[in-house]
């Protein structure tokens, strides 16, 4: 447990103490977001360098998130074996280590394996991070505290395509990776230096037969799915095969869990109306809109000739829209029931989408920037207050339990999303340009750089992300039906709250 108290419940301000550890949870988490940001620009850049698909390199996304998925939930038993400043360093250590091994990459596989090394180091960064934070500022103020963490962490979003563009034009895609070694360094200085000392306190046994059904299940499942384009149809051996056993594999974590005590996931908690529906809230948000965050900056690079850097650029307007409406949804998650705020959230993103279900190969530019603006804003007024919605009326002692399940399915569905609509792009390319699936992404790459057919060749390419973003808005739209049912009047101080909180609230990460 942390040496520093948490504040009175009387007083909302974060003091000096609190803010010093803030900055430090900060610049870890930025860190962590720079580097997805950063590499999602690189992804066009990386499929020519690798001459595969986009199917294929998006599981350099997709891994990195089931390995964060992966190592969420050791990371509160490792808090209590180990303590959580000894537990963040580590993290940064082993998050650094995995950046130095990608830069060094030969190949996709290998660029892959290391990403998801690199997960491992992210995944505990994070909520290690936040619980340190959390356990200072006291649960009375998670509001407030996810308000000040997240305006300042919106700078990965905006500033990482922006310098992954850069080094990915002028220097070299490696650098996208060798970048955090200096940002991680101090990090690791300021961590050792200004987090509160606490003591490991041993608590109860981990469940890693769970954690050996849930994270190889996720990856077999979503292995199988994205076969689909490249075999030909679900009735492939090398489709149904993994996807059965994911499948079987988290059935079987589904039984086990009703069973056994301190499950890797408590699907008790699920019995709690409020966290079960904003539960489901959370799943269509991350399938829906971070999959297609993936594709943004390839529709610039590959549809429209912009530089890397240029896709960065135009990039930030979704960045600052959400810079605007985060702390002030932030502080209301505490104050009103999060339906009021979630539902106008997911209008806008819905709004904002819409131009892009419209794509051309000569879409005005001030129509896209707005709409990432209104994108932005929605996004701002809907991330925080799902989160809180999740927490607010659980006791403090199902916390820890309620912020592993967030942060697992958060990082799961994102990944999801990223598969799905990565598959679908590939396939809706190779068809328009009508080669097999692990072939569309250089041959729209080749057409489009070629002045005879670039014309032609820009408008197929700016019709399959057209379509794909329509899949995008679909599982968005869908969103609207479980939030509804988010609480719309602020809720009441559950039983068992007593001025600290065991784990942190998620926040995320793609």
Same mark, same amino acid.
């Given at each position: 447990?942390s ?7 009387? $007083?909302d301000k974060?003091?000096?103490?609190v803010?010093?550890?803030a900055?430090v949870?900060?610049?870890?988490? %930025?860190?962590? %977001? ?11 850049k990386?499929?020519i360098e690798?001459?595969t698909?986009?199917d294929?390199i ?11 998925a ?8 490792a808090?209590?074996?180990f303590g959580?400043?000894r537990?963040?360093m580590?993290a940064?250590g082993?998050f650094?280590?995995g950046?130095m091994?990608?830069g ?6 290998s ?16 909520p290690?991070g *936040?619980t340190i ?13 996810m308000g000040v963490?997240?305006?300042?962490m919106? @700078?990965?979003?905006i500033?990482?395509? %922006?310098l992954?563009g850069?080094?990915?034009d ?10 955090n ?6 990090t690791?200085?300021l961590?050792w230096?200004l987090l ?7 608590g109860?046994?981990?469940d ?8 190889p ?5 979503i292995f199988?799915?994205?076969?689909i384009p490249? &075999?030909g149809?679900?009735?492939?051996v090398?489709v149904w ?5 994911g ?5 079987a974590?589904?039984?086990r !869990?009703?069973?056994?005590t ?7 908690l699920?019995?709690n109306?409020s966290f079960s529906v904003?539960m489901?809230t959370?799943t269509f948000?991350c399938v !829906? ?6 594709l943004?900056?390839?529709y610039?690079?590959l549809a429209?000739?912009e530089?890397a850097?240029?896709? $960065?650029l ?8 959400? *810079?605007?409406?985060m702390?002030?949804a ?10 009021k705020?979630?539902?106008?959230g997911?209008?806008?993103? @819905? ?7 419209q794509?051309?190969?000569?879409t005005?530019?001030w129509?896209? @920037?707005?709409?990432?603006?209104v994108m932005?804003?929605g996004?701002g007024?809907t *991330? ?5 919605a &999740? ?5 403090s002692?199902d916390? &820890? ?5 967030t ?7 994102g990944?999801? $999303?990223a598969?799905v ?6 396939a809706l390319?190779a068809g328009?340009f ?10 729209a790459t080749a057409?489009v750089?070629d002045?005879?057919t670039h ?14 973003f329509?899949?995008s808005m679909?599982?968005?739209a @869908?969103?609207?039906?479980p939030?509804?049912f988010?609480p719309k009047?602020?809720p009441?101080?559950p039983?068992?709250?007593d001025?600290?909180v065991?784990?942190a ?6």
């Open positions: 447990m040496t520093q108290s948490p504040a009175a419940p009387g $007083g974060l003091d000096a103490g803010l010093k550890v900055a949870v900060i610049l870890g988490a %930025i860190m962590a %977001i720079l580097d997805t940001t950063v590499v999602n620009v690189a992804l066009q990386l499929t690798f001459q698909s986009f294929t998006q599981w350099i996304a997709t891994g990195y998130m089931l390995a964060l992966t190592v969420i939930p050791i990371t509160g038993w808090s209590d074996r959580t400043k537990l963040y580590t940064i082993l650094l280590i950046s091994l990608a060094m990459a030969w190949d996709v596989e660029l892959i394996v290391f990403r998801v090394l690199q997960g491992f180091g992210g995944g505990m960064l994070m290690a *936040m934070l959390t356990r200072a500022a006291g649960p009375h103020r998670i509001g407030r505290v963490l997240g305006v300042p919106l @700078l990965g979003p500033g990482g395509p %922006i992954g850069w080094l990915v002028a220097v070299s895609w490696r650098w996208i990776f060798y970048i070694l200096p940002i991680g360094l101090i690791m200085a961590a230096r509160p000392k606490d003591r490991p306190e041993p109860e046994r981990f890693f037969v769970g954690m050996l059904m849930v994270s299940g996720l990856a077999a499942l199988g799915v994205s076969n490249s &075999a149809g679900v009735g492939a090398e095969l993994p996807a059965l056993a499948v079987g594999l988290l059935v974590f589904v039984f !869990a009703n069973r056994v301190n499950p890797l996931v408590d699907l008790q699920f019995k109306r904003a489901v959370m948000f !829906a809109f971070f999959g297609a965050m993936l943004l900056p390839t610039f690079v429209r000739g530089s850097m240029n896709a $960065g135009l990039l930030a307007p979704q960045g600052f829209g959400a *810079m605007l409406t702390p002030i932030g502080r209301f998650a505490d104050k009103i029931g999060a339906r705020i979630v539902l106008p997911l209008v806008l993103m @819905l709004a904002g989408l819409i131009a892009f279900t794509l051309t190969a000569t005005p530019y129509l896209l @920037l707005s709409a990432l603006f932005g804003l996004m007024a *991330m925080m207050p799902i989160t809180s &999740a927490l607010q009326t659980l006791k002692q916390m &820890a339990k309620a912020s592993t399940a942060n697992i399915l958060q990082q799961t569905a990944a999801i $999303g598969a609509l990565s598959i679908i792009l590939a390319l328009k009508g080669v097999p699936t692990a072939q569309g992404q250089l041959a057409a750089s002045p005879a014309e032609v060749a820009s408008g197929l390419t700016a019709d399959a992300f057209s379509t794909t329509l899949w679909i599982l968005l @869908l969103c609207l039906i939030a509804a988010l009047t602020k009441a101080l039983e068992g709250v001025g600290e065991s784990a609230p998620p926040i995320m990460t793609h």
